[in-house]
């Protein structure tokens, strides 16, 4: 507070003063017959004065306090007075307090002020800005003046011209635009001058207040002039700079976070409808901030209904949403959970829509619905499955979670399932404690059909995994080969058994991600029966040096041994691990050593005229 004397001397100093104008502390011991002269409201308040026989006036409650009362009062000695965008809202409101209307004299402040107002601030950029933040302390006068009204109705203006419109300075230190940042295909060599971008105006506003904030946007969207990306940009940088930075940080030290709320709020409040408005990253920031400030489930709702439309665009880091309860686990996934399966929704219908006509409800085809492309199926398949791998890390993830989150997208498409079998050997290499019932469940996420050749090469050689889930792997990586040697040589026909084993052309071999071993028996499981085996006599496993040739079939394929090398050499197979196969065939039948088939102990070298006395004795209840 300011504890000094004021006093003013405007006139001659033999003169006694007549009045002391207090405000708060500070005292101006001034001449009344100049503030008379042009304030109404001193007129009245030195007339009761008299009547109390008085000569001290008490102001405290003028707007603007002390300073705006001295350039009031300056105006009335005569006095030069210099104002300008920071100091001229608030001697506008004390005028108006004053009552210096035209009505006590001709020209009086208000005149002049509104003058300079209309002419000078309103009609820059940085000024206009400038008044409108300097309003906040000046409330309720500067809305009964229509004053904010006046800077915002400017402010939205300017900010939805065309840019090559613009001739004054504004603050810039963003990249541009994406769409700006091309070539003009008209450039014929001669240097042009600096475009103005679309989003000049972003930077400057991001110093207003939130409420002021969202009363600028929402006259900008009015106009209806500015782009809704350049809006999205204009809230993703007042979000940086009034939400997102540091947010951690203030929560995890207990800071007061309420204008941070607001301002999250605000944003989601304002968000663009279009499509493309805004990035699905920007709107899981958002969605994260969400959570860390313990927002209301509306703004939680809108978010994941937004993110949901556009998932196909995000980042796995993205989604790595923690938890800010007691839960265990470190994500948020029954968030994750919630959002695709607003994706999933989108094409829940398949293109029909239900109108009603004459009360009756009719499916009508071919409607204009939100559905999915392939391409956006893919990518979102493509997200989760690193999205898992992520969480598999998590040692305290329990096991359903992480299928309720992998079922809940198994009807999406994948190219492979590479990624999925990523997530799986992940969470067995955090989780070794898993029991042998767990590891099949959790394996029959994957198909083996559908994984690539250097995913197959891993999986043979990955003592984390069952032993059925390796037999599956080899099984299907030789009916691979066996269907590339029948395209290399149109004479041969392929095993009944390995044909109906094939991928169907009309049928999902892209589209499920589900592996036929989820079933309960073993005929569904794809696990080779004996059948199968004898189908696979013929076929040869390869050594990695390439040199020597081992048969896997009977007595009668032996006799032909020679016809078999050449056809051997044209299919080729995966190399199999020595370890695996002393697994695959060593005989292991009884009960007690098939429990310990998902062990990762490496047997010993193979044998091979062990592998002829025991390749009939293979049966299903060998394979784990």
């Not at 829940?348 to 109108?355: E, I, M, Q, T, V």
Request: aromatic fraction near 6%; charge should be neutral.
């Amino acid at each position: 507070m300011f504890t000094a004397i004021t006093l003013f001397r405007f006139v001659a100093t033999e003169l006694a003063t007549d009045i002391v104008i207090s405000i708060g502390d500070v005292k101006f011991y001034l001449h009344k017959f100049p503030l008379l002269s042009k304030s109404s409201r001193l007129q009245r308040l030195v007339a009761s004065s008299n009547e109390e026989k008085s000569d001290e006036v008490d102001i405290s409650d003028i707007p603007g306090a002390h300073s705006a009362f001295e350039i009031c009062a300056k105006f009335c000695y005569g006095m030069i007075v210099t104002l300008n965008a920071y100091n001229v809202l608030a001697a506008r409101c004390a005028a108006e307090y004053l009552e210096m209307f035209e009505t006590i004299e001709k020209g009086n402040l208000i005149y002049k002020i509104d003058v300079f107002l209309t002419s000078s601030v309103f009609r820059t950029w940085k000024d206009s800005i400038i008044v409108l933040q300097s309003t906040k302390s000046l409330l309720p006068w500067c809305e009964n003046l229509k004053v904010i009204n006046h800077c915002i109705d400017s402010i939205a203006s300017k900010a939805s011209i065309d840019p090559s419109e613009v001739e004054w300075s504004y603050t810039y230190n963003r990249k541009k635009l994406p769409s700006e940042n091309g070539i003009d295909s008209h450039w014929n060599g001669v240097r042009k001058q600096p475009m103005v971008p679309n989003d000049w105006w972003v930077e400057d506003l991001c110093e207003l207040e939130v409420d002021l904030y969202k009363r600028v946007i929402m006259t900008i969207k009015a106009k209806g002039r500015t782009p809704s990306v350049v809006i999205g940009e204009a809230l993703r940088a007042y979000a940086y700079r009034r939400l997102l930075g540091s947010l951690e940080d203030a929560v995890s030290n207990g800071v007061d976070c309420t204008k941070r709320r607001a301002a999250l709020e605000a944003i989601v409040f304002l968000l663009p409808t279009e499509e493309g408005s805004v990035s699905c990253g920007f709107l899981l920031k958002l969605l994260k901030a969400a959570c860390l400030l313990e927002s209301g489930e509306t703004h939680r709702n809108i978010l994941i209904k937004r993110i949901g439309t556009q998932l196909d665009g995000a980042l796995v880091s993205d989604l790595l949403i923690p938890v800010n309860t007691d839960e265990n686990s470190a994500y948020n996934i029954d968030l994750i959970m919630a959002i695709v399966e607003e994706f999933m929704s989108q094409n829940s219908d398949n293109g029909k829509a239900k109108l009603q006509d004459d009360e009756e409800i009719v499916e009508v085809e071919n409607v204009s619905v939100t559905t999915v492309s392939s391409t956006s199926k893919l990518a979102v398949a493509k997200l989760i499955d690193g999205y898992l791998a992520e969480i598999a890390k998590d040692p305290n993830l329990p096991l359903p979670k992480l299928m309720a989150l992998a079922e809940m997208a198994s009807s999406l498409p994948r190219l492979t399932h590479d990624g999925l079998y990523r997530a799986i050997d992940m969470y067995l290499k955090e989780h070794p404690s898993l029991s042998k019932s767990e590891k099949k469940k959790l394996c029959g996420l994957m198909d083996c059909k559908q994984l690539s050749k250097d995913a197959c090469m891993h999986a043979v050689q990955n003592e984390r995994l069952p032993l059925r889930v390796v037999v599956q792997v080899l099984f299907f990586e030789q009916v691979r080969a066996s269907v590339a040697s029948a395209r290399s040589d149109p004479s041969a026909e392929l095993p009944p058994t390995v044909r109906s084993l094939l991928p169907r052309e009309n049928g999902n071999s892209i589209g499920s991600s589900r592996s036929a071993a989820t079933t309960t028996t073993e005929e569904e499981c794809g696990v080779p029966t004996s059948s199968d085996i004898n189908s696979l006599r013929s076929m040869r496993l390869a050594n990695k040096s390439g040199g020597s040739e081992r048969s896997s079939g009977s007595s009668d394929t032996n006799k032909n041994n020679g016809d078999d090398k050449s056809a051997t050499g044209k299919a080729k197979g995966m190399l199999m691990p020595k370890k695996i196969l002393s697994k695959l065939w060593s005989g292991k039948t009884n009960a007690g050593e098939n429990s310990s088939s998902d062990t990762s102990e490496s047997p010993g070298s193979v044998n091979p005229e062990e592998v002829k006395s025991t390749q009939s004795r293979i049966t299903r209840r060998s394979v784990s």
